[in-house]
């Protein structure tokens, strides 16, 4: 499996990005794909993440109401709407997927198998 990642970019404070994550296949029924972010310095982070299956949403408690994570099934695609972006957003974003994911490992880094080559989005002040 292969994941794509896009839509990052250069934005002012206050405003909005969706990224993009696209999948190569889906393996499983139990397939979930979520986003993590990298600041330098610091470790990767949970963002968002989705089951496919029932569409249950997580998200981390910080981001959320400012983010959201869809997806399209037809296209193997999972986007995070960021809206009311701050300085301390800017990262380098990351999509994870898992065809094996159990709810307790929906926020970690370790439950995914899968990761795209990131995306940058840099929020200026």
């Known amino acids: 499996v292969q994941l794509q990642a896009s839509g990052g970019g250069l934005v002012q404070a206050g405003g909005s990005l969706r990224l993009s994550c696209v999948a190569s296949r889906r393996t499983s029924s139990n397939w979930a794909m979520g986003w993590f972010r990298q600041a330098p310095g610091k470790e990767r982070e949970f963002v968002a993440a989705m089951r496919w299956n029932g569409g249950y949403t997580y998200y981390s408690e910080s981001m959320k109401g400012r983010f959201t994570i869809s997806r399209d099934n037809a296209k193997n695609t999972a986007y995070l709407q960021m809206n009311d972006l701050k300085p301390e957003d800017t990262a380098l974003y990351y999509c994870?997927?898992?065809?094996?994911?159990?709810?307790?490992?929906?926020?970690?880094?370790?439950?995914?198998?899968?990761w795209g080559q990131g995306t940058q989005v840099t929020v200026s002040s």
């Open positions: 994870g997927a898992s065809d094996r994911i159990i709810t307790s490992t929906m926020r970690s880094a370790s439950g995914y198998y899968y």
